[in-house]
């Protein structure tokens, strides 16, 4: 089974951009599916968004709480799918995951095959 490590979280004040990275140990180039995820202390984990790559189409769908600010990509030929988050708020604090995810692609937490680790982000008021 694919392994995930994901790498780039940190501390960042509010208004501040971090850039995850999240590094497959196969091919990620006939993986349809490859999305975000994220978890605050005592919430559930919440979808953030993927990146769809179908035979003719691609693309990416966001949660509406990060729309507008973040952004997912892919780079098939170095096995690595990124979460660029820029205009972070407080409320972004959380573990980040990145996870591939079974088709038809979702952001619901249990359609998910395989889950990186997580990396923490914390943005500051």
């Known amino acids: 089974q694919v392994q995930l490590v994901p790498s780039g979280g940190g501390s960042v004040q509010a208004g501040g951009s971090l850039r995850l990275s999240c590094a497959a140990s196969?091919?990620?180039?006939?993986?349809?599916?490859l999305g975000w995820f994220r978890q605050a202390p005592g919430k559930e984990r919440e979808g953030v968004g993927y990146?769809?790559?179908?035979?003719?189409?691609?693309?990416?769908v966001y949660a509406n709480s990060v729309k507008g600010r973040f952004t997912i990509s892919r780079d098939d030929a170095k096995n690595t799918l990124y979460l660029q988050m820029n205009s972070l708020k407080p409320e972004d604090t959380a573990m980040y995951y990145c996870?591939?995810?079974?088709?038809?692609?979702?952001?619901?937490?249990?359609?998910?095959?395989?889950w990186g680790q997580g990396t923490q982000v914390t943005v500051s008021s």
């Open positions: 196969g091919s990620t180039a006939g993986t349809r599916c």
């Open positions: 996870a591939v995810l079974r088709y038809p692609c979702s952001l619901q937490p249990g359609r998910v095959d395989a």
């Open positions: 990146h769809y790559n179908y035979i003719g189409s691609g693309g990416t």
